[in-house]
């Protein structure tokens, strides 16, 4: 199983990325996906989570607190392709960013983690 993430850099806080996650091994739209970062000198921390497309009520979205109405999960069925669009970006976004599959729900119990990518956000 391999997840590559990719699409980070360097951007002015207001601006906006979009970060991108392929998979291989592991089919995306049947598990649940998510992101989640590590800042310098703090814990990992999860971002935000997204059902699989079998899960009961359909797929649901779960986002942090502090990126609520500015990031937005996303796959692309049948690409094994994952996204994080993340707009209004602020210097506290700055983090190494993974993509991550969970065979279970809820993105509680991460099976495999993609790389990281950087982002960085100056004010």
């Known amino acids: 199983v391999q997840l590559q993430a990719s699409g980070g850099g360097s951007v002015q806080a207001g601006g906006s990325l979009t970060l991108s996650c392929a998979a291989s091994?592991?089919?995306?739209?049947?598990?649940?996906i998510g992101w989640f970062r590590q800042a310098p000198g703090k814990k990992r921390e999860g971002v935000s989570c997204l059902s699989s497309i079998t899960a009961r009520g359909g797929e649901s979205t779960y986002y942090v607190d502090s990126v609520k109405g500015r990031f937005t999960i996303s796959r692309e069925r049948d690409k094994n392709m994952m996204y994080l669009q993340m707009n209004s970006l602020k210097p506290e976004d700055t983090a190494v960013y993974y993509c991550?599959?969970?065979?279970?729900?809820?993105?509680?119990?991460?099976?495999?983690w993609g790389q990281g990518t950087l982002v960085t956000v100056s004010s």
């Open positions: 091994g592991v089919d995306l739209d049947y598990n649940w």
């Open positions: 991550a599959a969970d065979l279970s729900v809820y993105c509680s119990g991460i099976d495999y």
